[in-house]
């Protein structure tokens, strides 16, 4: 089974968070044990291995499968509480294991001490309590706030994906508002999976659009951007009965990739947000037009299309030539992408049920 780049990054930090914990831990351990420095030590060393290598098997394992789909289901204040339990077991059987393995003699002494205790709820609720609120706010939006990052604007070459659900205006007029929010909300976690397992960055939801973005470096590299799009449309496949049994139609989407220099700093006061402005961004939303325009599911810049060779393993690309964007000077160069299951003699043959939104 081929791993997602999601997957082989947690493997790299496996690599180096055992080793860094180590030595952290080691480190905690001497101090915690001013009589017997060798002990403390070697205490430390085992119980930062320990805590870290199964902190991180939750974090892969379990929180980002059942818990990443318990979090639509319950309010916020029980899925901390959850995650925070998960890493207050995971540190507190790191500590009484290698309190255990290190035990001189088979004396009565508690294996965690009440110090030991507070450590481990203080921890736990404290790195899960800035994991949730930089969830909420978006990967790495709270660090660069906090770091000041963007405070003066920055001009970054990003890769952008802009999806918007297809024929929302009729599944809204089916459905009614609650239950085009329920359908909206399914729809968004089915297709965050693939993004985020490609490496890619939700910016902001727009109505029923979805902006992803990655620094150009990574979305190109293995053609993330391209894998993350076409594995959200499979999912989409995979899950078509399931939409029909409970809302009675399937979800699809339109999708629009370019890359390019982009503009991004801190904006607002009372509301803060990290914005992303410039041509590039207007030519993506653009080119999303052009899909409902031309009638591709999938477009794509040749700007972004002639940085990647070749394109990921089935998908096929179609030049449509030079298209004029609505309200750009000069025209630009697209690309049809496809599924290659989709195509039949060179010509793609999935069509857009509507062209309507």
């Known amino acids: 089974m081929q791993l997602t780049a999601r997957q082989r990054n947690f493997a790299r930090i496996m690599v180096w968070a055992l080793p860094v914990s180590a030595a952290l831990g080691a480190v ?46 319950v309010p916020f204040l029980l899925y901390l509480a959850l995650r925070s339990l998960g890493y207050l077991v995971a540190i507190l059987v790191g500590l009484a294991v290698s309190a255990w393995l290190l035990r001189a003699s088979a004396e009565s002494e508690p294996l965690i001490d009440r110090g030991g205790v507070i450590f481990s709820l203080v921890l736990s609720l404290g790195f899960n309590l800035l994991y949730g609120v930089n969830s909420l706010l978006g990967e790495g939006v709270l660090f660069n706030f906090i770091a000041g990052r963007y405070r003066r604007p920055r001009i970054e070459e ?19 508002e609650t239950g085009f ?62 939409y029909i049994r409970d809302f009675g139609r399937r979800a699809n989407f339109r999708a629009a990739l370019h890359c390019g220099p982009v503009v991004i700093g ?12 410039g041509d590039t961004m ?29 394109l990921p393993t089935g998908v096929t690309k179609r030049p449509i030539g030079q298209l004029r964007l609505r309200g750009k000077q000069n025209a630009i160069a697209l690309y049809a992408l496809a599924a290659a299951a989709a195509t039949r003699g060179g010509g793609e043959v999935t069509a857009l049920s509507s062209r309507s939104s």
């Open 28 to 73: 905690f351990g001497r101090f915690n044990s001013p009589d017997d420095i060798v002990r403390g030590y070697i205490h430390g060393a085992v119980a930062g291995t320990l805590i870290s290598a199964t902190a991180l098997l939750l974090e892969f394992v379990v929180f980002s499968r059942t818990l990443s789909a318990l979090v639509r289901r």
């Open 158 to 176: 990003r890769v952008l994906l802009f999806i918007d659900m297809e024929s929302s205006t009729a599944i809204a007029e089916g459905l009614g």
């Open 181 to 242: 929010l329920d359908f909206l909300n399914r729809f968004v976690g089915d297709v965050t999976g693939p993004i985020v397992a490609q490496l890619g960055t939700i910016h902001k939801y727009v109505g029923d659009e979805i902006i992803v973005t990655w620094p150009l470096a990574v979305g190109i590299r293995d053609g993330r951007c391209i894998r993350a799009c076409f594995d959200a449309l499979a999912k989409l496949d995979a899950f078509a009965d399931a």
């Open 266 to 277: 801190e904006l607002g006061i009372v509301k803060m947000e990290i914005a992303f402005l």
């Open 282 to 310: 207007n030519t993506a939303a653009r080119i999303q037009q052009a899909c409902r325009d031309t009638g591709h599911r999938v477009l794509a810049s040749a700007a972004l299309v002639d940085r990647l060779s070749p």
